[in-house]
C-alpha cells in the first residue's frame, strides 16, 4: 500500500514543490485529491492515553480481610501508602471482586481474581494508571509507586506485561462518512456509534457514547484496537476539557503567549490499543538482529515506553484507511511519516526486529482436558448440582491452573471459560441429565 505525492505551496504561493511533509496530497491519476493546509491540519499532541499494569503473585489475606469486613461495614474508604482510596465491590466482567480508586492521584486497583484462589499465584492485581498520574511521573517513579503499592497487596508481587493505549490529537481533519468502510484490518469486529447521548465508566475500561458526531472502533479489546473519536466532545462529557485543552496548548505553544490549538476547532483522536497478551507476544517474539537474541523486557512501564514508536507504527499496519486499492488516505500517509512517539526514555534502535509471537500447536491438543470437563460437567448434571459448587470442585483440583494456561494459550481468558462451563452446565441441566 502506497501513499500519495507530497507538495507545499512555494514561497511565492505560485507554485506546487515537492516535500516529504507537505499537506498537498496528488494521485498520479487523479491529481489534486486533498489540500490539509488550506484545512489548517495540525497534530496537537502524541500522549501515552492509558496504561494497565498486571501483577502476579498470592493475595495478601490480611489486606484481603480488611478488604472484605470494611465492605461488610460499609465504609467507604481505605487507606493505603498514606492516600485515602473509596473502596467497593468491582463488576464480574472486570475479572476481579474488589476495587480501590483515587481519581485525585489517577488511579484505580482492582485485585482479587474472580476464578482464582488467593493463596494460589495469578494475576491478582491490575493497576490502571490515568494520563494525569502518568503525566506527573517519569517511568521510574511510575514503576516504583505501582511496586508498592503492589506489595501491600500480593505477596511477593512480580510485574506482568502491561496494556497501553497509544493516541495522536488532530484539528483539521474528520472522518468522512464512509470512514468505516474505507478502513482495513483482519478484525472483523467494528463499532461505531451516532448520534448518541451518554457516557459508560466500567471498571475495567472507559466507553464513550457521544451526543454528536461520531466514534469508531476497529478490532477487539483483547488484542489490538483502534479506535477514532472526537476527543473535544468526549473531554467534556467526562470534566476534563480544561486538562486536554491545557495540554493542547503545551504541545503546540509557538511562543510565551501564542499556540498552534485552535480552541474554535474540534479535536479527533485516533488511538491504538494494545492488550495484555500482545505486548506479551512482542516481549516474546522480537529479536536482535545484530546478536540473534530472542526475546525484548517490556514487563513494567519503564520497559515498554523504550517501544512505543514502533508499537505505533505496527497499530498503523494492522489497520489502513484507504483511499483506494492501491493508495492510503492522506491522513494515514502523516500518522505513519510524521508522527513520532518519542521520549527520553525511548530508545530507537535499528537491529531490534518487533514480531509477535504465537505459541505453535503441541503434541498435546487438550483433549484429555475438553473430555474431563464434558464428563464431569455431565456428571453433576445429573446430581443437579448447583453450578457454584460444580466450578468450586473443579478449580480445587490440581490441575485447574494447567487446563486455564492451555485455553489461556488458545486466547480463552480464565473468566470466559468458566462462561462457557456455565453455559454449557446449564444446557446439560435443560436437557434433562438430572432426571
Same mark, same amino acid.
Given at each position: 500500500?502506497? !501513499?500519495?505525492?507530497?507538495?507545499?505551496?512555494?514561497?511565492?504561493?505560485?507554485?506546487?514543490?515537492?516535500?516529504?511533509?507537505?499537506?498537498?496530497?496528488?494521485?498520479?491519476?487523479?491529481?489534486?485529491?486533498?489540500?490539509?493546509?488550506?484545512? *489548517?491540519?495540525?497534530?496537537? @499532541?502524541?500522549?501515552?492515553?492509558?496504561?494497565?499494569?498486571?501483577?502476579?503473585?498470592?493475595?495478601?489475606?490480611?489486606?484481603?480481610?480488611?478488604?472484605?469486613?470494611?465492605?461488610?461495614?460499609?465504609?467507604?474508604?481505605?487507606?493505603?501508602?498514606?492516600?485515602?482510596?473509596?473502596?467497593?465491590?468491582?463488576?464480574?466482567?472486570? %475479572?476481579?471482586?474488589?476495587?480501590?480508586?483515587?481519581?485525585?492521584?489517577?488511579?484505580?486497583?482492582?485485585?482479587?481474581?474472580?476464578?482464582?484462589?488467593?493463596?494460589?499465584?495469578?494475576?491478582?492485581?491490575?493497576?490502571?494508571?490515568?494520563?494525569?498520574?502518568?503525566?506527573?511521573?517519569?517511568?521510574?517513579?511510575?514503576?516504583?509507586?505501582?511496586?508498592?503499592?503492589?506489595?501491600?497487596?500480593?505477596?511477593?508481587?512480580?510485574? &506482568?506485561?502491561?496494556?497501553?493505549?497509544?493516541?495522536?490529537?488532530?484539528?483539521?481533519?474528520?472522518?468522512?462518512?464512509?470512514? !468505516?468502510?474505507?478502513?482495513?484490518?483482519?478484525?472483523?469486529?467494528?463499532?461505531?456509534?451516532?448520534?448518541?447521548?451518554?457516557?459508560?465508566?466500567?471498571?475495567?475500561?472507559?466507553?464513550?457514547?457521544?451526543?454528536?458526531?461520531?466514534?469508531?472502533?476497529? %478490532?477487539?479489546?483483547?488484542?489490538?484496537?483502534?479506535?477514532?473519536?472526537?476527543?473535544?466532545?468526549?473531554?467534556?462529557?467526562?470534566?476534563?476539557?480544561?486538562?486536554?485543552?491545557?495540554?493542547?496548548?503545551?504541545?503546540?505553544?509557538?511562543?510565551?503567549?501564542?499556540?498552534? &490549538?485552535?480552541?474554535?476547532?474540534?479535536?479527533?483522536?485516533?488511538?491504538?490499543?494494545?492488550?495484555?497478551?500482545?505486548?506479551?507476544?512482542?516481549?516474546?517474539?522480537?529479536?536482535?538482529?545484530?546478536? %540473534?537474541?530472542?526475546?525484548?523486557?517490556?514487563?513494567?512501564?519503564?520497559?515498554?515506553?523504550?517501544?512505543?514508536?514502533?508499537?505505533?507504527?505496527?497499530?498503523?499496519?494492522?489497520?489502513?484507511?484507504?483511499?483506494?486499492?492501491?493508495?492510503?488516505?492522506?491522513?494515514?500517509?502523516?500518522?505513519? *511519516?510524521?508522527?513520532?512517539?518519542?521520549?527520553?526514555?525511548?530508545?530507537?534502535?535499528?537491529?531490534?526486529?518487533?514480531?509477535?509471537? &504465537?505459541?505453535?500447536?503441541?503434541?498435546?491438543?487438550?483433549?484429555?482436558?475438553?473430555?474431563?470437563? %464434558?464428563?464431569?460437567?455431565?456428571?453433576?448434571?445429573?446430581?443437579?448440582?448447583?453450578?457454584?459448587?460444580?466450578?468450586?470442585?473443579?478449580?480445587?483440583?490440581?490441575?485447574?491452573?494447567?487446563?486455564?494456561?492451555?485455553?489461556?494459550?488458545?486466547?480463552?481468558?480464565?473468566?470466559?471459560?468458566?462462561?462457557?462451563?456455565?453455559?454449557?452446565?446449564?444446557?446439560?441441566?435443560?436437557? @434433562?441429565?438430572?432426571?
Amino acid at each position: 500500500m502506497k !501513499s500519495m505525492d507530497r507538495y507545499e505551496w512555494n514561497q511565492d504561493q505560485t507554485e506546487l514543490v515537492a516535500n516529504d511533509k507537505g499537506l498537498i496530497f496528488q494521485h498520479p491519476r487523479y491529481g489534486k485529491v486533498a489540500d490539509l493546509h488550506q484545512d *489548517d491540519f495540525q497534530i496537537v @499532541g502524541t500522549y501515552i492515553d492509558t496504561f494497565r499494569q498486571l501483577f502476579r503473585g498470592a493475595m495478601d489475606l490480611d489486606l484481603q480481610t480488611d478488604i472484605e469486613e470494611s465492605i461488610t461495614l460499609n465504609l467507604r474508604t481505605h487507606q493505603l501508602l498514606g492516600q485515602d482510596w473509596i473502596i467497593g465491590k468491582s463488576a464480574k466482567c472486570s %475479572g476481579y471482586q474488589y476495587r480501590l480508586q483515587n481519581n485525585h492521584l489517577g488511579l484505580i486497583l482492582l485485585f482479587k481474581q474472580f476464578h482464582a484462589k488467593s493463596e494460589s499465584p495469578a494475576s491478582h492485581l491490575k493497576i490502571e494508571c490515568s494520563p494525569w498520574f502518568l503525566d506527573n511521573r517519569d517511568p521510574k517513579q511510575v514503576d516504583k509507586y505501582l511496586m508498592r503499592l503492589a506489595k501491600r497487596i500480593l505477596v511477593s508481587p512480580e510485574a &506482568y506485561y502491561p496494556a497501553i493505549h497509544l493516541a495522536v490529537d488532530v484539528q483539521g481533519w474528520a472522518p468522512d462518512h464512509d470512514f !468505516s468502510d474505507k478502513m482495513r484490518c483482519k478484525s472483523k469486529k467494528r463499532t461505531q456509534f451516532n448520534a448518541m447521548d451518554r457516557v459508560e465508566f466500567n471498571l475495567s475500561e472507559i466507553s464513550c457514547i457521544y451526543d454528536r458526531g461520531q466514534s469508531y472502533s476497529f %478490532g477487539c479489546a483483547n488484542a489490538v484496537q483502534m479506535a477514532v473519536y472526537n476527543k473535544t466532545i468526549q473531554a467534556r462529557k467526562i470534566d476534563k476539557f480544561d486538562y486536554m485543552e491545557h495540554k493542547w496548548q503545551a504541545s503546540t505553544q509557538l511562543d510565551e503567549d501564542t499556540f498552534g &490549538y485552535d480552541p474554535e476547532r474540534e479535536v479527533f483522536r485516533i488511538e491504538t490499543r494494545f492488550h495484555h497478551s500482545v505486548i506479551q507476544q512482542f516481549a516474546l517474539g522480537s529479536c536482535d538482529t545484530k546478536t %540473534g537474541e530472542i526475546g525484548v523486557k517490556m514487563n513494567t512501564y519503564s520497559d515498554v515506553i523504550k517501544h512505543i514508536h514502533s508499537l505505533w507504527q505496527y497499530g498503523l499496519k494492522s489497520f489502513k484507511l484507504l483511499y483506494n486499492r492501491n493508495y492510503l488516505e492522506p491522513i494515514w500517509s502523516i500518522l505513519q *511519516d510524521d508522527v513520532v512517539f518519542k521520549y527520553p526514555e525511548s530508545s530507537y534502535k535499528d537491529n531490534l526486529h518487533y514480531k509477535r509471537y &504465537y505459541k505453535k500447536p503441541t503434541s498435546f491438543s487438550g483433549k484429555n482436558y475438553q473430555l474431563l470437563l %464434558g464428563n464431569f460437567l455431565s456428571a453433576c448434571a445429573r446430581e443437579s448440582l448447583p453450578f457454584e459448587t460444580v466450578l468450586k470442585e473443579l478449580q480445587s483440583l490440581s490441575i485447574w491452573n494447567s487446563i486455564a494456561l492451555h485455553y489461556e494459550d488458545k486466547q480463552v481468558e480464565e473468566i470466559k471459560l468458566i462462561e462457557r462451563l456455565e453455559a454449557t452446565y446449564r444446557e446439560r441441566k435443560l436437557l @434433562g441429565y438430572c432426571i
